[in-house]
């Protein structure tokens, strides 16, 4: 009963340093890769990284006045961030063509206006003249250029 005892003191804290060590990186227990997420989360870009359109190019674009045709106002949603430049996709153009999305509040962006059957999206670096939040939803009222 002696035996019992004192193997049962030295097991319990034993196991309870088992779940700690199959936390940890070795040889018996290496750590699965990591997932997409994480790897975009812990070790990916940043978003200066991915926004090739440079400041200068940028400071332009919101420079310039909130003139031109108005096409109508749109929801846009975050373009996809691999297709560089400032642009616009919208239905509310049938060719691609210079314009201007504007927000609520005057502030714009030049941008290269182009055809979508689907939702309007904006892109990464216009979101960014913009300060916009990434995850933003913003109305914009878009203009053609003359």
Do not use: H
Request: aromatic share 4%; hydrophobic share 50%; net charge positive.
């Amino acid at each position: 009963m002696k035996s019992i005892a004192l193997a049962l003191c030295l097991t319990l804290p034993l196991s309870a340093c088992a779940g700690a060590w199959s936390k940890t990186k070795s040889w018996l227990n290496p750590r699965p890769e990591q997932s997409r997420l994480q790897a975009l989360t812990t070790g990916g870009q940043n978003a200066a990284a991915l926004d090739a359109v440079s400041d200068a190019q940028k400071e332009a674009a919101v420079a310039a006045p909130n003139a031109g045709q108005v096409l109508g106002i749109v929801s846009v949603a975050l373009g996809s961030p691999a297709q560089q430049g400032l642009w616009l996709k919208s239905n509310l153009v049938a060719a691609p063509t210079q314009g201007r999305a504007v927000l609520a509040n005057g502030a714009g962006v030049n941008v290269d206006l182009l055809p979508s059957a689907g939702g309007a999206t904006l892109s990464f670096s216009a979101y960014r003249a913009l300060g916009l939040g990434l995850t933003d939803l913003p109305q914009v009222q878009v203009l053609a250029l003359p």
